[in-house]
């Protein structure tokens, strides 16, 4: 067990043909070693085609793409051209990484953040509402965006958000950072709201090894997001500046990788959907584990994940081995890798954690050289949030105690699965 070789959540991938090296060199030889050039063009380009294609509708899309330095940078960008101010409120989904809510943040605004639904995990419609409309009641003002997230790839409730957001007149910003190339109704995720948030660092679907896109609704709004990732310079021949601007636009560099990815973005998202049905197939015989799966679908609801990462959950009565010793130690390392972790914790426990049988589950998956990680916790249970309001069902809180990722990235064989859901079916107790 101890040989053998580490099986770890989800590790960037190239192409075969090696086609983000020749890029690069593209770049390198041409001396477009910059954050701006034929790469970054190229790759907004392939971007488009990929957000723009439907599967279903005769409507095609015609969205514009500005690639960026990081996803974070990106919902920052959303927002600013959302006109959120200081003291305004954004809604955000709470159960979530926190690049979905800092940017609300960095601009002096609050976030209010919105449980989840059972079935997606993903921002409930019906406390969306709720929240609409306590807030205006409460500030008289109303919410400046929604911020729904594609959680583990999977959709949100398309139809419902947008009619929703639609009726009160509130912009709507896809955070789809995981969930690039997943669909509802045969459309990509990042082309329903004004806005769609993409992701390219190192752990995600494709990698720029660090990077991000602002998906924009059209050629006005493309320009004016440019403009803002390039420092807000006006057009004079000297540094004119009106507005504060940022600098966030991809590199050369990164957009020679994300081109090669792009040659193989289907590969990746389809060798994720394979590894979830392996996982609910060999798992799905296991008392008191669930595999989390996309609702049945349904007329006018039909969801498509990319299964960024397959996560399960745990039922709490069940035992895991070695559950007594669980939080008995202070955890020095880096939980979660490539994020890493600066800050040594001075406690072992918070008082909002997984259960102790879900961190006994890590625990034994971690000895048997398997990375698994919980899932996000909600951003309102965040000390750093204590103050935001929330409306929730507390839906999110309960998967987050039950909760565990499992690795789905491109480089997990059958194999490794079918070793997985060994390793777990051996951890629990059997009275
Ligand atoms: C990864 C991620 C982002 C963007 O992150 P970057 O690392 O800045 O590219 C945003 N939201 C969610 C939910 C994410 O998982």
Same mark, same amino acid.
Request: charged letters at 20%.
């Given at each position: 067990? &101890? ?20 890029? #690069? ?41 500005? *690639?960026?330095? +990081?996803?974070? *940078?990106?919902?920052?960008? *959303?927002? #600013?051209?959302?006109? /959120? ?79 929703? +957001? ?30 769609? /948030? ?33 420092? +807000? ?27 090669? &990815? ?13 590894? &979830?049905?392996? =996982? ?13 799966? !996309?609702? !049945?679908? &349904?007329?006018?609801?039909? =969801? ?22 669980? =939080? ?24 909002? !954690? ?17 990375? +698994? ?11 750093? =949030?204590?103050?935001?309001? /929330? ?28 070793? #997985? ?11």
């Amino acid at each position: 067990m &101890q040989n053998r070789k580490r099986i770890h959540l989800c590790l960037a991938h190239m192409s075969d043909g090696g086609l983000e090296q020749k890029y #690069i060199k593209e770049a390198f030889d041409t001396n477009w070693v910059v954050p701006l050039g034929p790469n970054v063009n190229g790759f907004e380009k392939d971007l488009e085609d990929f957000v723009n294609t439907t599967s279903h509708e005769d409507t095609k899309n015609d969205k514009r793409v500005v *690639a960026l330095s +990081a996803g974070t *940078a990106a919902v920052h960008l *959303a927002l #600013i051209a959302c006109g /959120v101010k200081p003291g305004d409120e954004v809604l955000v989904q709470s159960f979530t990484f926190c690049a979905s809510s800092h940017p609300v943040t960095y601009l002096g605004a609050k976030p209010v953040f919105i449980g989840s639904e059972p079935d997606t995990w993903n921002m409930d419609p019906v406390l969306l509402e709720t929240a609409i409309r306590d807030r205006i009641d409460k500030t008289g003002r109303k919410p400046k965006a929604i911020i729904p997230v594609a959680l583990y790839g999977m959709p949100y409730d398309c139809t419902r958000i947008m009619e929703i +957001a639609g009726r009160y007149g509130i912009p709507v910003i896809e955070d789809a950072a995981e969930g690039f190339g997943s669909r509802f109704n045969g459309r990509v995720l990042g082309t329903f709201g004004r806005y769609g /948030v993409l992701s390219f660092n190192g752990n995600k679907m494709i990698t720029t090894s660090g990077g991000g896109a602002l998906i924009t609704p059209d050629e006005d709004e493309w320009r004016r997001i440019m403009w803002y990732a390039t420092q +807000a310079r006006e057009s004079y021949p000297y540094y004119q500046h009106e507005e504060i601007g940022y600098n966030y636009r991809m590199s050369n560099i990164c957009a020679g990788i994300g081109r090669g &990815q792009m040659t193989v973005a289907e590969q990746h998202i389809a060798h994720h959907k394979h590894v &979830q049905a392996l =996982y609910e197939e060999l798992l799905a015989p296991v008392a008191g584990v669930s595999m989390h799966s !996309q609702p !049945q679908p &349904q007329p006018g609801a039909e =969801y498509d994940s990319n299964y960024w990462l397959c996560t399960l959950t745990l039922s709490p009565t069940l035992r895991i081995k070695g559950q007594e010793d669980a =939080y008995k130690t202070v955890v020095t390392g880096a939980v979660g890798g490539a994020a890493g972790v600066i800050h040594a914790a001075d406690t072992a426990t918070t008082d909002c !954690q997984p259960n102790d049988n879900v961190e006994a589950l890590r625990v034994w998956l971690d000895k048997c050289q398997v990375e +698994a990680r919980p899932v996000w916790k909600p951003m309102h249970r965040q000390p750093v =949030y204590r103050h935001a309001a /929330v409306y929730t069902n507390h839906i999110e809180e309960d998967i987050f105690k039950k909760g565990l990722c499992l690795p789905a990235g491109p480089y997990v064989s059958d194999d490794d699965v079918r070793y #997985i859901a060994d390793c777990i079916k051996e951890a629990i107790v059997r009275e």
